[in-house]
């Protein structure tokens, strides 16, 4: 669909003596109902999307959000088309395709942000040998990563355990229910801050420059509904610019949607989104995200058909 990023670049490049909050994208015609899937409950890095969603629905659009308790399942209902859109890691859209789904790589959401964490006695990747290590699910692309990293870079067995959802693996951590597990950025800040000094972050070089977030879409959903797509994508970008200008604007849609966030760490938590994940990037970003994960499970052998990202790309 060349003509969403026509349309795009049109609005975003070609006005670039306006500011982000002053940029109107033209209401489209046709049905403004979509559904954006989560793979997770709501968490930091989709406050943008939340922002956008609450000031589309003022003017009119119905967009909702929907949570799963399994990456999985997020694609699945993104491929039938239950929901039209889907904030995805890279892993089960790909999967997804091999096996005849019709869905497309659209733009970025922010670049890796999992962290390895532990308690304080487990030092670095060799303490992990057979103590409780937990994951968000045994095909999450992260979860796939840590799981082959372990076992091939750090040759070690660790005890996984599933438990999906990064504040149930927190709490699973503080109750002293598992050793160590991976959390995003936000939820590691979080805890930190509720438990200073307790846990630590276990060194993983460059593993999880791959985990990124990118949004999907249905395919034949947006070929039907192409002007629809196009203002969605470029209201998400509008989004991204405005909290590159001003990043307070999340601060109250933080407060409301993630409650128990410490209100001191929220304005760092958004800082280090920006500055260390690269977070909401304002020209939607490029392909390197899915680039990096395809050859990182290909090399690995977990991607045993070739895939040619350039044909996911829309």
């Not at 609005?11 to 003596?17: C, H, P, R």
């Not at 994208?25 to 046709?30: S, T």
């Not at 797509?229 to 001003?246: D, G, P, S």
């Amino acid at each position: 669909m060349k003509k969403i990023a026509f349309a795009i670049l049109a609005v975003f490049f070609f006005v670039t003596g306006l500011r982000a909050a002053e940029v109107e994208v033209l209401k489209p015609k046709g049905n403004l109902e979509i559904k954006l899937g989560h793979p997770s409950t709501i968490s930091l890095y989709d406050m943008p999307a939340v922002l956008t969603h609450e000031r589309l629905n003022k003017n009119g659009w119905n967009v909702k959000s929907v949570e799963f308790t399994r990456t999985d399942l997020n694609v699945q209902a993104l491929a039938q088309g239950t929901i039209q859109i889907a904030n995805s890691q890279v892993m089960d859209p790909v999967r997804a395709i091999q096996k005849g789904a019709k869905l497309s790589f659209l733009m970025e959401n922010n670049g890796g942000e999992f962290l390895m964490i532990a308690k304080n006695e487990i030092k670095d990747c060799k303490d992990t040998d057979g103590k409780r290590f937990a994951i968000h699910g045994e095909a999450a692309t992260t979860s796939l990563a840590a799981k082959l990293w372990l076992l091939s870079e750090c040759k070690v067995k660790p005890n996984i355990m599933v438990i999906p959802g990064g504040e149930n693996r927190i709490i699973a951590l503080q109750n002293n229910q598992i050793d160590a597990t991976l959390v995003q950025l936000g939820d590691w800040l979080n805890l930190d801050a509720q438990a200073p000094g307790r846990y630590h972050i276990i060194k993983t070089g460059n593993l999880f420059n791959i985990s990124g977030a990118s949004f999907w879409a249905n395919s034949d959903w947006s070929r039907k509904n192409e002007e629809v797509a196009i203002a969605y994508i470029a209201e998400l970008l509008k989004t991204f610019r405005m909290v590159h200008a001003n990043p307070k604007i999340l601060e109250p849609v933080i407060a409301k949607h993630l409650p128990d966030m410490p209100k001191h760490i929220v304005a760092p938590a958004i800082k280090a989104y920006l500055e260390v994940v690269r977070a909401w990037p304002q020209n939607g970003g490029d392909t390197s995200i899915l680039d990096d994960t395809v050859k990182f499970f290909t090399d690995s052998g977990e991607l045993k058909t070739p895939v040619n990202t350039k044909e996911i790309v829309d």
